[in-house]
């Protein structure tokens, strides 16, 4: 069984940066394409960035693109999300993903296994 735990989240105030990693066990990481939700409070989940197997190819919603980088560490199992210039509006829980295929997460923004979600407070 994949498991997906999701770490680095907090307060910060607008303006700042934060770093979410997503720790995978159970599967060949390697194997999995990556993906970052988040969920705001009131609203559904949404795409945030997504990554493919090796990590040469990477995708954004548009909202973040130029302020968040995806990344991965296949040697690591880790699945990281870099954000920088943070809005109030980014606050959500954030959620990784993994799934076999890249296209499950870009065309029905949904994945295999999930995580249980750090939560990301942006105050102004």
């Known amino acids: 069984q994949v498991q997906l735990v999701e770490s680095g989240g907090g307060l910060v105030q607008a303006g700042g940066s934060l770093t979410l990693s997503c720790a995978v066990s159970?599967?060949?990481?390697?194997?999995?394409?990556m993906g970052w939700f988040r969920q705001a409070p009131g609203k559904e989940r949404e795409f945030a960035a997504a990554?493919?197997?090796?990590?040469?190819?990477?995708y954004y919603e548009d909202s973040v693109k130029g302020r968040f980088t995806i990344s991965r560490d296949n040697a690591k199992n880790t699945l990281y999300l870099q954000m920088n210039s943070l809005k109030p509006e980014d606050t959500a829980v954030y959620y990784c993903?993994?799934?076999?295929?890249?296209?499950?997460?870009?065309?029905?923004?949904?994945?295999?296994?999930w995580g249980q979600g750090t939560r990301v407070t942006v105050s102004s």
């Open positions: 159970g599967g060949t990481f390697s194997m999995y394409a």
């Open positions: 993903a993994a799934t076999t295929s890249l296209r499950t997460i870009l065309d029905n923004a949904a994945a295999e296994y």
């Open positions: 990554i493919s197997w090796k990590g040469g190819s990477t």
